[in-house]
């Protein structure tokens, strides 16, 4: 394998870190205009349009909607069904999540002027929220609960899910963190069409106010294509570390934490910084030794190869910088004193903090939410919170004192920007 070896004091290194770390996330024509398609039909017809097309794509014959929802009894026996050292590691993973989400629940607030004038923000939970779950042959049961649990503690009244299940085959890990999360509906459907019931409506699949969770190119451009009419989360690019380390970790561990994000697909991007030659040598020697293990390793070397890179900087301080431009999902510190770089550390979905903590603990069960910004929108972007299924009113109770003080205010600024009904309706008040 290939392994891209740079290092900051190269020439043109800005620009090859540039080049490395971009990414495009380019609309395919032929998948726009398809899922186009597919969300006017299901607009249009409907229920009828979703068996047609869950027959098409998922080999699935079904005499009505109603008969892909999935019975909540279902949903228990799944859960009951579960391995005992499965079914603890699920209800310790949840308990985990919830707990730290619960710190997350925003309260309305008000306060008064002195004039008596009372102002405030009121939050309230959304009403129903749709979550989309990969289905086929792989299993999510963290994206169930990474999702669903933030929802349940914002107090969103309804959680309607939707997971594909091709020939019929429904992940039974997937249904029990379903009923472990406290799910309301689950529906077997995927790809766009799933998208579009939960964003428009139809006979028998609720309308949503929300979608979240992840999905592949065709469910991407159906979120992207629905935005307006329901809110969503995110369009997520694939996933992302970066490890900045300073040679006191086992060079096994760096090489398995680079692995764990390699291994998600082809342009996965996995980034080494440290200011120790020998240790970049002793990573890379591991990620040649344990290769050859890994059952996903086809994966991995693309990923590495396409996207990875062993980067050679000055100093910790120069990591941390270069950490910073890239604005990684998942920002590993496996230094011998991570909180000394924390404060010079500004953009990044999620950060690991000591040689303990690896990524891995953080897709499952640390705690915080693993739903996180990608491609560089860590600069700006936050992971899925409780906050995500609140939103807010603000409180505007004015008092007949304050009125007429701001009601001077709002007059010459409204006839400042030539809207006279504005001022003669805040004139009202006082003259």
Aim: aromatic share 6%.
């Amino acid at each position: 394998m290939r392994l891209r070896r740079l290092a900051s004091t190269d020439p043109g290194f800005a620009a090859a870190l540039e080049t490395l770390t971009r990414y495009e996330a380019v609309e395919d024509e032929a998948v726009t205009a398809a899922v186009r398609a597919i969300l006017a039909d299901v607009r249009a017809r409907g229920d009828a349009a979703l068996l047609e097309y869950t027959q098409r794509f998922d080999r699935v014959a079904a005499a009505s909607v109603r008969a892909l929802e999935v019975p909540r009894a279902e949903l228990e026996a799944a859960r009951a069904r579960l391995p005992r050292a499965q079914a603890q590691a699920l209800a310790e993973a949840a308990e985990r999540i919830r707990r730290f989400h619960e710190r997350q629940l925003a309260q309305s607030w008000e306060y008064r002027d002195a004039d008596g004038t009372r102002l405030g923000q009121r939050v309230l939970p959304l009403e129903r929220v749709g979550l989309y779950v990969p289905g086929g042959k792989a299993a999510y049961p963290s994206t169930v609960l990474m999702n669903a649990i933030p929802a349940k503690v914002a107090g969103v009244r309804e959680l309607v899910m939707t997971c594909p299940a091709p020939g019929g085959e429904r992940n039974p890990l997937v249904l029990a963190a379903a009923a472990l999360a406290g799910v309301d509906r689950v529906f077997a459907l995927g790809g766009a069409q799933a998208i579009a019931a939960l964003a428009y409506g139809t006979e028998t699949v609720p309308r949503v106010d929300k979608i979240v969770g992840p999905g592949n190119a065709y469910v991407a451009a159906a979120k992207r294509q629905v935005f307006g009419a329901v809110g969503i989360d995110m369009i997520a690019g694939p996933s992302e570390i970066v490890v900045i380390g300073d040679g006191s970790a086992p060079a096994e561990w760096a090489a398995m934490d680079l692995f764990s994000q390699a291994e998600h697909d082809e342009a996965a991007q996995a980034i080494l910084l440290t200011p120790s030659a020998p240790w970049r040598e002793a990573v890379a020697e591991a990620i040649a030794r344990l290769l050859p293990q890994m059952p996903r390793r086809a994966v991995i070397e693309a990923s590495l190869e396409r996207r990875g890179a062993l980067v050679l900087v000055r100093d910790l301080e120069e990591a941390c910088a270069l950490a910073d431009r890239i604005a990684p999902e998942h920002l590993e510190l496996l230094v011998a004193d991570p909180d000394a770089l924390l404060p010079r550390l500004h953009h990044a979905g999620a950060l690991f903090l000591g040689r303990f903590s690896s990524e891995a603990l953080g897709d499952y069960c640390a705690g915080p939410n693993h739903v996180l910004p990608t491609a560089g929108t860590a600069r700006f972007a936050s992971p899925l919170g409780v906050y995500d299924f609140q939103k807010r009113s603000s409180v505007i109770a004015v008092s007949a004192q304050g009125a007429a003080a701001l009601g001077r205010i709002a007059a010459t600024l409204a006839d400042g920007e030539g809207l006279p009904a504005h001022a003669r309706s805040a004139r009202m008040r006082y003259e």
